[in-house]
T-cell receptor, first 109, second 115 residues
Framework: RKEVEQDPGPFNVPEGATVAFNCTYS??????FFWYRQDCRKEPKLLMS???SGNEDGRFTAQLNRASQYISLLIRDSKLSDSATYLC??????????FGDGTTLTVKP | DAGVTQSPTHLIKTRGQQVTLRCSPK?????VSWYQQALGQGPQFIFQ???????QRGNFPDRFSGHQFPNYSSELNVNALLLGDSALYLC??????????????FGEGSWLTVV
């Protein structure tokens, strides 16, 4: 079993749709959590950190459930430019970052 | 402010050869991590360097080795290349002093093809 697991998708949604991605992690010692976005043949870029209280950045909302070891990302009012692969990232206290394999999103007109 | 820079961007090697990839971290960062990303997978942690020492290592064989220089730049060396080593190699820098919450920033990567 992988340390960080994501539904690979692909998720194909129309513009304006709301879409949610889930991620589970197995290391209970994990300390911090992030979502990264990766465009085709490009490097991953930070989308947002994930806090225990949940946090929002514009159309994006991230949630963390430590008891269930579960992280989510919600995208509202999807845009064509949101098409990408979304990577869930979990850090241990030693600073090691473990990535999921990503969920692919395609937003269609 | 220069971000993370990597070189070369693309290279082709033959099985059994050796390769060296280079990385300069973002200004102000002192920690460098290397990742391997195969097609369709997320980045896999190879190792991390801090204060010129390997601080952590992922599940990669000894053929993968690295180095960090006093100016915080780093090299990744892979010996006895296999076809399965073909991947995007990503360098990431941070300034975490061991703190897990700091963000890591990636370079554009080095695309390695082994034939």
């Amino acid at each position: 079993r992988k340390e960080v697991e994501q539904d690979p998708g692909p998720f194909n949604v129309p513009e304006g749709a709301t879409v949610a991605f889930n991620c589970t992690y197995s290391n209970s010692a994990s300390q911090s959590f992030f979502w990264y976005r990766q465009d085709c043949r490009k490097e991953p870029k930070l989308l947002m950190s994930v806090y225990s209280s949940g946090n929002e950045d514009g159309r994006f909302t991230a949630q963390l459930n430590r008891a269930s070891q579960y992280i989510s990302l919600l995208i509202r009012d999807s845009k064509l430019s949101d098409s990408a692969t979304y990577l869930c990232v979990v850090n241990t206290n030693a600073g090691k970052s473990t990535f999921g394999d990503g969920t692919t999103l395609t937003v269609k007109p | 402010d220069a971000g993370v820079t990597q070189s070369p961007t693309h290279l082709i090697k033959t099985r059994g050869q050796q390769v060296t990839l280079r990385c300069s971290p973002k200004s102000g960062h002192d920690t460098v991590s290397w990742y391997q990303q195969a097609l369709g997978q997320g980045p896999q942690f190879i190792f991390q360097y801090y204060e010129e020492e390997e601080r952590q290592r992922g599940n990669f064989p000894d053929r993968f080795s690295g180095h960090q220089f006093p100016n915080y730049s780093s090299e990744l060396n892979v010996n006895a290349l296999l076809l399965g080593d073909s991947a995007l190699y990503l360098c990431a820098s941070s300034s975490d002093r061991g703190f897990s919450g700091n963000t890591i920033y990636f370079g554009e990567g080095s695309w390695l093809t082994v034939v």
